[in-house]
């Protein structure tokens, strides 16, 4: 073997070795993606199963405004979709609604002294509470995951071995404008000025 065709051999292998680590990198950063949207999955997922009880419970006080159960249970069902279809632009506008629905549900609660002093009503508002917080954070982790992949992607030479494998973009998970503006009382409370 000649001289040129070992250096040849060596680099080609170098190369070969080098896409291998590029790849390698890609399929963790995808899966890391994944990883993130199932934190979020599951929380999503609990919250939709604590939703129907904290209505349910605002559903014994008889006067309760009807309208406002109605809106976050139609909210609730307009996450799970969007959740299930993984259409993170459904489920950034659907969030939204749902987090409208529900405060204007808490803020409604505030009328009935005897829903706020349930127990049931009480841990309810906090699990939710809780659980939406989660799916803030987890938010924030997934959209990092994704910014992480959708740079690599794109970077020279990676965007070689991603395109020659056939890995696309993430999208990011955005809320509607109205969830990062401040909150109107007005509305929230039902009333105008």
């Not at 080098?18 to 934190?39: C, T």
């Not at 069902?77 to 489920?91: I, K, P």
């Not at 987890?138 to 030479?157: K, T, W």
Request: hydrophobic share 50%; glycine share 4%.
């Amino acid at each position: 073997m000649s001289t040129g065709t070992a250096i040849f051999l060596g680099i080609l292998i170098l190369a070969l070795l080098y896409a291998v680590v590029i790849y390698n990198g890609l399929v963790q950063l995808k899966h890391a993606v994944a990883k993130a949207w199932a934190n979020i999955d599951v929380l999503l997922k609990q919250r939709h199963d604590e939703l129907p009880k904290l209505v349910e419970v605002c559903r014994q006080y008889r006067d309760f405004e009807q309208a406002t159960l109605e809106r976050v249970i139609a909210a609730r069902g307009q996450v799970s979709s969007a959740s299930a279809q993984q259409d993170m632009n459904a489920l950034g506008n659907a969030e939204a609604l749902l987090r409208a629905s529900t405060s204007r549900l808490f803020a409604v609660a505030e009328a009935y002294p005897d829903l706020k002093a349930n127990e049931h009503f009480m841990q309810l508002q906090a699990r939710i509470t809780t659980l939406e917080n989660g799916i803030a954070d987890r938010r924030e982790l997934y959209n990092e995951s994704v910014n992480l992949f959708n740079v690599r992607i794109e970077q020279f030479p990676d965007l070689l071995i991603a395109r020659g494998f056939g890995f696309s973009a993430a999208a990011l998970l955005e809320f509607a404008s109205s969830e990062k503006s401040d909150v109107d009382l007005a509305t929230l409370f039902g009333t105008r000025s």
